[in-house]
């Protein structure tokens, strides 16, 4: 089989740019042939106004982009095409091209930017659905993404315009839903069951199951708001009995984080930075357990399947992703999302109970290598594609079921 993958990549490198760049690599293992289709969002300058009108113009139809897809499909001839980020410089304009080629479509919803546009359906610390409820217009009015009522209003109208032009409903065959928690929110607004498919992410090299109990928690993710690491730098200022914690990552947020822990005499907090994948997987060896405070849905943490992987119990929110992919007492322990209170309690019960965790992190080793394997994902991939290819003359319009269902989701 011969596959276009398509990715548009973020001006910083993130989880999703690793998925895509795995799934690629897991193909080809297995004979079959890659055709990418690949542009960056380093690419958009704003420096004048010319080049902000400009931009506006790329995000809702990139017609550079249309044109090489265009000539890929008709030099290359793939079997199916399989999008993951068209935001900014790919935009929904590639669709229509291979709508037009009769090439079927998967398009992988690694977040929630096709019902928010600030991608995360979150605001102001804490889950935000307005978009959805009320309109688009509601994430214009609060300046969601970057915050700025301008750059907000540039992805509301490329969203308004696709949902009106029915581009996605047109143009694909099959949803990829990285959790049953996103399918049920897509499906709520108006996505078609019956093309809303479930494959989570994998782990792409088995690290192998740690050994001992572990000396530390851990924390690994990007030091952002709707990470929740403030949180949980308040629930270590509430531990009777200091934890040592270490916290892997960068991001916006890092110098008001270490500010905080300073302030609050958290001297048993340490601070690595970004590490490399090996590094980070050798201090999952050498913890007790992680903890994911997220604030927001998450689309699917990488960092849960990996620590599952090393057989590390984990300890996170109680809010989408992470409430399906962590099973309470099982594999870990969920916490009121938000609550540093829960979450010191919660941390200080798994650190005075390192063979009942131990037990959990066994569970969680299971659970990788049921779930989270290369093989199964493969699998669930290529039935997902041969779907794609039966329904292609099938299609009905994606947005039409959710004016019924929930109108306020996606109209003005």
């Avoid at 090996?278 to 007790?288: A, D, F, H």
Wanted: charged share 25%; hydrophobic share 40%.
């Amino acid at each position: 089989m011969k596959i276009l993958l398509v990715h548009n990549y973020y001006r910083e490198p993130g989880g999703e740019d690793m998925v895509v760049a795995q799934e690629q690599r897991l193909l080809e293992r297995n004979g079959h042939t890659v055709v990418t289709y690949t542009r960056s969002n380093v690419e958009a300058t704003t420096t004048t106004l010319i080049d902000k009108v400009h931009l506006l113009k790329t995000i809702v139809s990139a017609n550079d982009s249309r044109k090489d897809v265009d000539q890929l499909l008709r030099i290359e001839k793939p079997d199916v095409a399989h999008i993951h980020n068209t935001f900014m410089m790919v935009s929904p304009s590639i669709y229509g091209a291979c709508a037009e080629a009769g090439i079927p479509t998967v398009q992988t919803v690694h977040n929630y930017r096709l019902l928010c546009p600030a991608t995360y359906l979150f605001r102001d610390g804490r889950v935000c659905e307005e978009c959805i409820d009320h309109g688009l217009m509601r994430g214009v009015l609060h300046g969601c993404y970057r915050n700025s009522r301008l750059s907000t209003a540039a992805v509301a109208v490329m969203l308004k315009i696709h949902r009106e032009r029915d581009t996605w409903g047109s143009g694909v065959e099959a949803f990829i839903a990285l959790t049953e928690f996103a399918r049920i929110k897509l499906t709520a607004c108006g996505f078609p069951s019956e093309r809303v498919f479930v494959k989570p992410n994998f782990v792409e090299h088995d690290p192998g199951e740690r050994t001992g109990l572990g000396d530390s928690v851990l924390f690994v993710g990007r030091l952002s708001p709707e990470k929740g690491v403030g949180a949980l730098l308040d629930a270590w200022r509430l531990l009777k009995r200091p934890l040592p914690l270490k916290i892997i990552g960068d991001g916006p947020e890092r110098n008001d984080l270490e500010s905080q822990a300073i302030g609050g005499n958290l001297k048993n907090v340490e601070f690595l930075g970004r590490l490399s994948g090996e590094r980070t997987r050798e201090e999952m060896k050498r913890s007790r357990f992680l903890i994911v405070p997220s604030l927001w849905y998450e689309g699917f943490p990488m960092v849960i399947a990996e620590a599952f992987a090393c057989g590390l119990p984990v300890v996170g929110s109680r809010l989408g992703a992470m409430q399906e992919v962590i099973d309470d007492g099982m594999d870990g322990l969920h916490f009121v999302t938000g609550s540093s209170e829960d979450l010191a309690s919660k941390a200080a019960w798994a650190w005075e109970h390192p063979e009942k965790m131990a037990e959990m992190g066994r569970n969680a080793r299971f659970k990788y290598e049921e779930s989270y394997r290369p093989e199964r994902n493969y699998s669930l991939l290529m039935e997902i594609y041969e779907k794609a290819a039966s329904k292609a003359s099938r299609r009905s319009p994606v947005w039409e079921a959710s004016r019924q269902v929930s109108g306020a989701c996606l109209a003005e």
